[in-house]
Every structure is written in C-alpha cells, then in structure tokens.
C-alpha cells in the first residue's frame, strides 16, 4: 500500500530531470547564453537542490524546502554553498 | 492564478501602451512598443546590472578558480563547493540568481497577450483615467503592419540576437583555458555553446516569421536595449578600474 504514495514523488523527479535537460538555465542548453554558464547564485543549484530535498524529504516537506531555496536565490542574497 | 496575472501585469502593461499611443505625436504604433519596451528595460536594470559588474571583477580572479579546478577535477562537488567559498571569501557571485528570472517569464507572457489579443481586440480595456482612442492604427512608421508577421524584421531579429550572443561570449572566459583543462565536459560545452551561437538566431527567425510584427519589434527593441546595456555598464565599470 504504502508503494502507492512513492509514486507522485517519482515523477516529480522525472519532471525536475526533464526540466534540467531541456529548459534550465543552469543545466540545459540555454545555460550557454548566459555568461558563467548559469544564473543559480546556490550549488548545488535550485533544480538539484529541489531533487535531493524531495529524494530525501518527501513531496511535501521537500518541496517547501525547495520553494523556500528558490525565494532565497534573489539579487540581494549571498549565495553560496548550501545542499539539501 | 490567469486573473492576477493579467490584473497586475496584462492590463498595466496594455495600459501603458495606450498612454504612449496618446501622448506620442501621430500616434505611432511601433514607437509606443519601442517606449514600452524601453520602460520595462529600464524597471529590470537594477537586476542585470549587478551580475554585469560582479562579472567584472570575477576576472581578476580567474587564476584562483583554474587553480581550484585543476585541484578537484574529478570531484565535482568538492569544485562547487569550494568555488561557492571563493566567491564568499571575495565578495562577489557572478550568478544573478533564479528569482528575476522566474518573475520575468510572467511579463515576457503578458507582454505576449498584450500583443496577440489587446491590439486585435475591438474595445481597448483601459482604465477610466485614460482616454480611450477607439482602436489602434496598427501601421508602424507608415510601412510595417503590427498586427501580420513580417519575415524581414523577423530576420533582422535574428541576426541581432547574433550580435548580442557574440558580444557575451566574449565576455565569458577565454577559451584557451577551458582547452588547456582537456577535460571533456568542458570540451562539449564548448561545442554545445558554438552551435548554441547560430542556434538560437535561427530559432528567433523561425518563430519570428510566425509572430505578429508588434511582438517582434518588441523582441528587437529589448534585444537593442540589452546589447547598449551591456556595452553601458562594461564601459563605466572598466573606467572604475583603470582610474582607481
């Protein structure tokens, strides 16, 4: 039963993988029209870091804390070092 | 989630423009977008400019970051996180972060709509306090109509978007050192980045031809403002640096 509720999780992560190949800016192709190859100020970056939080925290939790991380990556933060 | 957005972004936006369209002497079209366009440039300027000028001072410490590449070559964690506490350390992050660019999706949307639905729509919705001109005259400087595509101006768009991608590659660290590194990762990114040159212009001419005029003498106008931007800030920011 409980095999159900993986489900969700899993394509979540599949998306979040589609997503880093295909419209990133920091992972895809278009991370090459940017100068320093991204626009992520975090590393690991907002897409990796929303990957690890909900592998590790669930859909719910870890995608709060994926939310929260990309609110934190705005011009007036420092950036930095910073994994799930 | 529609209905916010076009309150706080669709309808100011197509507001603005009519303001342009009344006050502008002959009631030209085209020179209302190239102002909106200038408008919203101007709005998001404090963002671009920041990562412009940290990219700047990033190059005095090139040699620093090569070193930290060639130590953690193979651990691509380590290099990440030891280049996060370079970049700490000295004050600078050349990455303009995720937030402007998610909130700039939403506007590039609205500005869309603003052309594809306000200009061919029969009673412009504006606010009262603005005098409503019945319907647009959507000839811009007397040759180039808004509302239909146009291939000319779609490639003339395309060859811009060139000129742009160009003038920031050079700006990017120089090549010779990603060869130096050989490693092969940095190899494809070099080959993926000289196809991504042509790529994307081919693309704009594309999708440009399908466009109408007005979206896309919006596209070249922002294209326009972006490239003088760049060559702005870079200007001013090396002068900072020879006259210290």
């Given at each position: 039963?409980?095999?159900?509720?993986?489900?969700?999780?899993?394509?979540?992560?599949?998306l979040?993988?589609?997503?880093q190949?295909?419209f990133?800016?920091?992972?895809?192709?278009?991370?090459?029209?940017?100068?320093?190859?991204?626009?992520?100020?975090?590393?690991?970056?907002?897409?990796?870091?929303?990957?690890?939080?909900?592998?590790?925290?669930?859909?719910?939790?870890?995608?709060?804390?994926?939310?929260?991380?990309?609110?934190r990556?705005?011009p007036?933060?420092?950036?930095?070092?910073?994994?799930? | 989630?529609?209905g916010?957005?076009?309150i706080?972004?669709?309808?100011?936006?197509?507001?603005?423009?009519?303001?342009?369209y009344n006050?502008?002497?002959?009631?030209?079209?085209?020179i209302?977008?190239?102002?909106?366009?200038?408008?919203?440039?101007?709005?998001?300027?404090?963002?671009?400019?920041?990562?412009?000028?940290?990219q700047?001072?990033?190059?005095?410490l090139?040699?620093?970051?090569?070193?930290?590449?060639k130590?953690?070559?193979?651990?691509?964690?380590?290099?990440?996180?030891?280049?996060?506490?370079?970049?700490?350390?000295n004050?600078?992050?050349?990455?303009?972060?995720?937030?402007?660019?998610?909130?700039?999706?939403?506007?590039?949307?609205?500005?869309?709509?603003?052309?594809?639905?306000?200009?061919?729509?029969?009673?412009?919705?504006?606010?009262?306090?603005?005098?409503?001109?019945?319907?647009?005259?959507?000839?811009?400087?007397?040759?180039?109509?808004?509302?239909?595509?146009s291939?000319?101006?779609?490639?003339?768009?395309g060859?811009?978007q060139?000129?742009?991608?160009?003038?920031?590659?050079?700006?990017?660290?120089?090549?010779?050192?990603?060869?130096?590194?050989?490693?092969?990762?940095?190899?494809?990114?070099?080959?993926?980045?000289?196809?991504?040159?042509?790529?994307?212009?081919?693309?704009?001419?594309?999708?440009?031809?399908?466009?109408?005029?007005?979206l896309?003498?919006?596209?070249?106008?922002?294209?326009?403002?972006?490239?003088?931007?760049?060559k702005?800030v870079?200007?001013?920011?090396?002068?900072?640096?020879?006259?210290?």
């Amino acid at each position: 039963m409980k095999q159900i509720f993986i489900w969700p999780r899993l394509l979540v992560l599949q998306l979040i993988r589609f997503y880093q190949k295909t419209f990133s800016p920091d992972h895809g192709p278009f991370s090459l029209i940017h100068p320093w190859k991204g626009t992520c100020k975090f590393r690991p970056t907002c897409s990796e870091y929303a990957y690890d939080a909900i592998n590790k925290y669930g859909l719910l939790k870890g995608g709060i804390k994926a939310l929260k991380r990309i609110f934190r990556c705005n011009p007036w933060s420092k950036g930095g070092w910073d994994p799930a | 989630m529609i209905g916010f957005f076009k309150i706080i972004l669709y309808e100011p936006l197509l507001n603005l423009l009519v303001v342009f369209y009344n006050l502008i002497p002959g009631h030209d079209l085209g020179i209302a977008i190239i102002f909106l366009t200038l408008v919203l440039k101007l709005l998001l300027f404090p963002l671009s400019r920041q990562s412009i000028k940290s990219q700047k001072s990033l190059k005095e410490l090139q040699p620093k970051i090569q070193e930290l590449k060639k130590k953690y070559a193979n651990q691509k964690d380590k290099q990440a996180q030891a280049m996060m506490n370079l970049y700490k350390e000295n004050k600078v992050n050349p990455f303009s972060s995720c937030l402007p660019l998610l909130i700039q999706l939403p506007i590039l949307i609205s500005v869309f709509q603003v052309f594809r639905v306000g200009l061919t729509a029969a009673s412009l919705p504006v606010y009262s306090f603005i005098s409503n001109p019945g319907t647009l005259n959507v000839m811009a400087f007397g040759v180039l109509n808004l509302a239909s595509p146009s291939p000319i101006l779609a490639i003339i768009t395309g060859i811009l978007q060139y000129v742009q991608m160009k003038a920031f590659t050079t700006q990017q660290p120089s090549k010779k050192l990603v060869k130096k590194d050989g490693a092969k990762d940095e190899n494809m990114m070099a080959t993926m980045s000289k196809q991504m040159k042509f790529m994307m212009p081919a693309l704009t001419v594309f999708i440009g031809m399908t466009l109408p005029s007005g979206l896309m003498l919006y596209w070249l106008a922002s294209l326009l403002f972006t490239i003088l931007e760049q060559k702005l800030v870079f200007a001013v920011s090396s002068k900072k640096i020879t006259n210290p």
